[in-house]
């Protein structure tokens, strides 16, 4: 009578199928980019903190003292005190006020 098919369920006779036409999707007024903006706003808004807390800061200290390196051995002494300067705010804003105690102001 009726063949098996998809696991056991059973159809008789003949099945016809009905053509199905492709409309396209309709979004809210707020529009594709802004839904995807919306739902992708909460990782990009957490990723960077999560970055920043994960770096120690003997790691911190490091990256800092290679960068004022860097400046130094360019050989330009103004460039070294900003790289300096910024580098020092940096690391105390993120390590309630400590310095790195193995760099040395250029």
């Not at 909460?42 to 003997?58: C, E, H, S």
Request: charged content about 15%; some cysteine.
């Amino acid at each position: 009578m009726g063949e098996s098919l998809l696991g056991g369920l059973s159809f008789v006779g003949c099945v016809r199928m009905k053509r199905f036409s492709f409309e396209p999707m309709q979004f809210p007024s707020i529009g594709l980019a802004a839904a995807l903006a919306a739902a992708l706003a909460p990782g990009l808004l957490v990723a960077p903190v999560q970055a920043q807390a994960q770096m120690t800061m003997d790691q911190a200290c490091a990256k800092f003292g290679g960068k004022l390196n860097e400046a130094v051995a360019s050989g330009d002494t103004n460039k070294a005190r900003q790289v300096y300067t910024e580098g020092s705010k940096r690391v105390a804003s993120h390590f309630n006020g400590a310095t790195c105690p193995n760099v040395k102001a250029p």
